[in-house]
């Protein structure tokens, strides 16, 4: 049932001429299904570790294993393949093509071609609230629309791992809940997700797991809890006796 | 102090006996505060004795009691309502007092004491997320607010254990 699917080992990452965003020594697994919000300051590192994940970095030193392969050990062709056999990527940005359509910016992924493809971008399409807005170029579309589309193209080889960085960092509170209740719905049905934030509302509201990174280093690993809870066991609002 | 008001508003709808206002009243505040009848009854009583409310009709059964809002109760509502929640800042400064002692006695290990506690307010969190969802689900507008302030409350906290965490408690206290 716990299938590990993510391995680090004592990874370090160092950049040249500075050192924000540099890991040292980080050791973390991932297993299958897991929920798992990556949490801590700008330039503590914590899209670093994602980006290694999703073999978009080398480390330094260390050992980064998805899914039993070591991703430091593949070279380049190898690890676009890995990318696209198993990495769904969400970006803060969305990093869609301005002068493709919706439909065309998620189909550029897809492994299967001609009309398979076609049938399943347009379920993610569907699925994801967007069917009607297939034939727009990004530019006609609104920032929740634009990550909905960006998590289609994530979507579309079905990925082992769905990595999402800050996905609601440019979009207004709506749009954002939105596009993390989607996210949230994909977990349930068996989708693991790694998410890198600095919200900690955010995490907590869909993550079970949340790891948080300071500095370059893991500083605490927690497993949260979801039990049904009276609302008086949760909140309390302060009542003091009238004493006069 | 805001039960005897949040008694004088429900009075102000109708007239009310002690367990119609207790009812109403964790209706109101969706769970979160729960008062035992007899603080009901001492502050009708005091509302009563202050001219605030006044009884409607004489016993009825079981010497269950209705009552009603008095001009002068109404007057102090009005003004209740318009003032501003001031006052100093309210906090939970347990955790505050126990890193100064901890760095004071047993120059303990802080860093463990705020990770601890940080795990504490993001399970908390975790919990008001969830209460919240839930109350938004079966359409409990007035609890989700509340929570949503909840929610802003812990986050705050996070952030402060965040802070400490950065900062030498061990330097300062040896000095």
């Known amino acids: ?244 | 102090m805001s039960l005897k008001y949040g008694v004088l508003g429900l009075l102000k709808e109708q007239p009310l006996h002690g367990y119609e206002v207790k009812n109403r009243f964790e209706a109101m505040l969706g769970g979160t505060w729960e008062v035992n009848i007899g603080q009901i009854y001492t502050t009708l009583q005091r509302l009563e004795r202050d001219g605030l409310v006044r009884p409607v009709g004489p016993r009825g059964d079981r010497g269950k009691l209705l009552y009603e809002l008095s001009a002068e109760g109404q007057r102090a509502l009005d003004e209740w309502l318009i003032q501003p929640d001031s006052g100093p800042q309210q906090l939970h400064e347990d955790i505050y007092v126990k890193l100064l002692l901890a760095t004071r006695i047993a120059n303990g290990n802080l860093q463990e004491m705020l990770a601890r506690q940080k795990r504490t307010y993001l399970q908390r969190l975790r919990d008001l997320n969830r209460l919240e969802k839930r109350a938004r689900s079966e359409g409990r507008v007035d609890l989700a607010r509340l929570v949503r302030g909840a929610l802003l409350h812990a986050e705050a906290d996070l952030k402060w254990m965040d802070e400490l965490s950065s900062e030498r408690f061990e330097v300062e206290a040896t000095e």
Request: net charge negative; no cysteine; hydrophobic share 40%.
């Open chain 1, 1 to 244: 049932m716990n299938t590990e699917l993510v391995r680090l080992t004592d990874v370090t990452k160092v950049y040249q001429g500075g050192i924000t965003g540099a890991l040292n020594g980080v050791s973390v697994t991932v297993e299958e299904g897991e929920f798992t919000a990556i949490m801590g300051p700008s330039g503590s590192g914590k899209s670093t570790m994602l980006n290694l994940v999703a073999g978009l970095d080398r480390p330094t030193s260390g050992s980064v294993f998805v899914r039993g392969t070591d991703l430091a050990k593949e070279g380049e062709a190898g690890l676009a393949t890995f990318r696209r056999d198993h990495i769904g990527f969400v970006f803060q940005f969305f990093n869609l093509l301005p002068n493709l359509t919706a439909l065309e910016n998620v189909l550029l992924p897809a492994q299967l071609k001609g009309n398979t493809a076609k049938v399943r971008a347009g379920e993610l399409l569907d699925r994801l609230g967007i069917a009607e807005v297939a034939d727009r170029y990004p530019a006609r579309l609104s920032g929740g629309q634009q990550q909905r589309v960006a998590m289609a193209r994530a979507l579309v080889n079905k990925p082992t791992l769905l990595l999402a960085d800050e996905p609601t960092g440019a979009l207004d509170t709506q749009s954002g809940e939105h596009v993390m209740d989607l996210v949230a719905q994909l977990h349930r049905e068996g989708q693991t997700v790694l998410l890198v934030t600095h919200d900690a509302k955010l995490a907590t509201r869909h993550a079970e797991r949340v790891i948080s990174v300071i500095d370059g280093r893991i500083v605490d690993d927690a497993r949260l809890e979801s039990p049904e809870r009276a609302p008086s066991e949760v909140i309390r609002v302060r009542g003091e006796e009238a004493a006069r």
